[in-house]
């Protein structure tokens, strides 16, 4: 019975040990918050912390100057003497200086700060959005990692420089309450008791709350982003057609609003509760206020202090009070700072898996593309996306994908472009694994436009350039990329030509048809000139038979030197590839030229005979 209960009593203690090891460890933070401050701008730290040096020094200076006016005042009262009157006159010259400096160091303190919250702001945000493209595609493709990605945003710009200011606001009112103690010393030690005691309560409940606080918003992570996501559904003009089509507005508005509700409701229960606790435990302090009061007036009555004493008392017990309830407050907001940097870093620190390639070339450039029992599965999925695909595409020949939605043909890409690794087999360019390549080398071979292809609010010319950000400005390799796609014609209609502003977001902006973005999309993957191998998903999905046609003929001419992988569900594109690959369920399940695939009337046969039929 005894050895249980030694068991027990041990592990409850671990337990709360372990806890207060947990709590203790969120204050890490603080350094690498005045680190992280510290390289935002160096000189205004320091003029922030100079400034809370200054700033909690002079307080218990002016106190203690005010009383020796008022006793100074007295004397001069009850001598009459000039010498009196003088040191009364000097004494509040010098005080006079002091709230001078005081009301300097305290705006000080609100210029750094001011400053520094928008240099940090922007430093944070650029941490953050830095991380994020050292992240590989798979990151992107998780839930989780956005509701970490969500939470590390959140207040990250404020929370740094909050830390800081807590922190330097900590030492400063340390050095009030050391110069506020020892003056109240000289009346009573029992008095400094008191005055620490009283704030402590207030401090549990503050740091009890913020951590219930802080777990409500980090859970809750996922309806924070629904909410983002409705609001874009709601105000962007890319949904907004089918929003207004579908009357879908009112049911979107509904959600909206649902979230906000169930949000609020805990919001409000943690608000009420936590105001509740803060105002009953805060009545304890001016309870020891007004006892202090009654206490050093007594005193005075009884005429062991001075009038000036009096003064300085109730002057220095009220701000030391405050001083000491501004420490409590610091230490438990700079605990609730810890929270919310725990989300920061944690961000910041995600292991970026690193890229071992270091090839600029490849050993044999006549072998082309080769695609070796490939094997590939999503992270968190059972399902295969690709199985065993093989497969051989030599230089200067055009390879065509077919296959049902799902069939593994943008996973291919993804693969060959090194957004992802395969689970098994190996990927070879010239030679070479894909794997040993230099990652911006060969991203610099391939030219590449997907079928969900971005539609940036730039120029034409930029939307163009973002194809070889290298050369983002060269308009004349705009004009070459645009002749190869066959944008030039409606390009020389628009306004201000290259220049035209693109997307309604900004002022003078052009929207474009979906055939004109796809041709935009393909000038894109031109601008590569360098590049041996073009990947071109979907490229004309939204063009015209005419304009499918002339494309695909300036195409091969474009491409007469390079590698060229098409996917296309249109089988009067895919005829004129050199070979053609039918995908189906992540296999390869036909191979060859678009004549060896007609005459095994197989899957291919099945769906160009089908797609034939509907132009009889």
Not at 38 to 58: D, E, P, Y
Not at 323 to 335: E, K, N, Q, R, V
Request: proline share 2%; glycine share 8%; charged share 20%.
């Amino acid at each position: 019975m005894t050895r249980r209960y030694i068991r027990r009593w041990q592990g409850g203690w671990q337990g709360q040990w372990q806890t207060l090891q947990s709590s203790l460890s969120i204050y890490q933070y603080c350094g690498r918050a005045i680190q992280l401050v510290w390289q935002t701008h160096s000189q205004l730290t320091l003029l922030l912390a100079l400034c809370t040096l200054v700033a909690g020094l002079l307080p218990g200076a002016i106190a203690y100057v005010g009383k020796l006016i008022v006793d100074a005042v007295i004397k001069a009262a009850e001598s009459g003497a000039i010498a009196d009157r003088n040191s009364a006159l000097t004494y509040l010259g010098i005080e006079a200086i002091l709230v001078t400096l005081l009301a300097g160091a305290r705006q000080g303190l609100n210029l750094c700060t001011a400053l520094l919250r928008a240099l940090l702001g922007q430093k944070v945000n650029l941490l953050i959005l830095q991380k994020a493209q050292a992240l590989p595609l798979i990151y992107f493709e998780d839930s989780e990692f956005y509701d970490k990605m969500t939470r590390a945003r959140r207040e990250a710009s404020s929370r740094p420089l909050s830390m800081v200011n807590r922190t330097f606001g900590l030492i400063q009112n340390t050095l009030s309450l050391l110069t506020y103690g020892g003056l109240l010393l000289q009346f009573s030690g029992w008095a400094v008791v008191l005055l620490m005691g009283a704030t402590i309560p207030v401090f549990i409940a503050e740091t009890r709350f913020a951590g219930q606080a802080f777990r409500l918003f980090r859970w809750r992570s996922p309806e924070t982003r629904q909410q983002n996501y409705l609001e874009v559904l709601l105000g962007r003009e890319d949904f907004a057609k089918e929003v207004k089509l579908f009357q879908l507005g009112t049911m979107l508005l509904s959600r909206y609003q649902a979230i906000f509700n169930r949000l609020y409701d805990e919001d409000r229960a943690l608000t009420v509760r936590r105001s509740g606790w803060t105002y009953g435990l805060g009545l304890l302090s001016t309870a020891a206020f007004y006892g202090a009061y009654g206490w050093i007036v007594l005193a005075a009555i009884g005429r062991r202090i001075s009038l000036g004493d009096l003064t300085m008392y109730l002057a220095v017990f009220r701000q030391g009070q405050n001083a000491f309830s501004a420490i409590l407050t610091s230490i438990g907001g700079m605990y609730e700072d810890g929270l919310y940097l725990s989300n920061l870093y944690e961000f910041l620190e995600q292991p970026v898996p690193q890229l071992t390639g270091y090839a600029r070339s490849g050993h044999n450039p006549a072998a082309g593309l080769q695609f070796e029992q490939v094997s590939f599965t999503y992270p968190g999925s059972t399902r295969v996306a690709l199985s065993d695909v093989s497969f051989h595409l030599k230089p200067r020949q055009k390879l065509a994908i077919v296959g049902e939605n799902g069939s593994g043909k943008t996973t291919l890409i993804k693969l060959l472009t090194r957004l992802y690794t395969p689970s098994q087999g190996r990927i070879l360019l010239d030679g070479r694994d894909l794997n040993e390549w230099d990652i911006d080398v060969l991203r610099e071979r391939i030219g590449v436009i997907f079928q969900d292809f971005v539609r940036y609010q730039f120029t034409v010319g930029e939307n163009i350039g973002v194809g070889d950000v290298q050369h983002l400005e060269a308009e004349k390799q705009w004009t070459t990329a645009a002749d190869k796609s066959t944008a030039t014609p409606f390009i020389d209609s628009l306004p201000e030509g290259f220049q035209t502003q693109l997307g309604k977001w900004f002022r003078g902006g052009q929207e474009l048809s979906g055939g004109q973005w796809q041709k935009v999309a393909l000038s894109r993957a031109f601008m590569r000139q360098e590049a041996d191998l073009l990947v071109l998903d979907e490229p004309t999905s939204a063009m015209d038979a005419e304009a499918e046609t002339n494309i695909f003929d300036q195409f091969r001419v474009a491409t007469k030197n390079q590698m060229a992988i098409l996917i296309s569900h249109r089988f009067s594109t895919v005829r004129r590839a050199d070979k053609i690959l039918v995908l189906a369920a992540g296999k390869v399940v036909e191979y060859g030229t678009h004549e060896e695939l007609l005459a095994k009337q197989g899957r291919y046969a099945q769906l160009f005979q089908m797609q034939a039929a509907g132009y009889q």
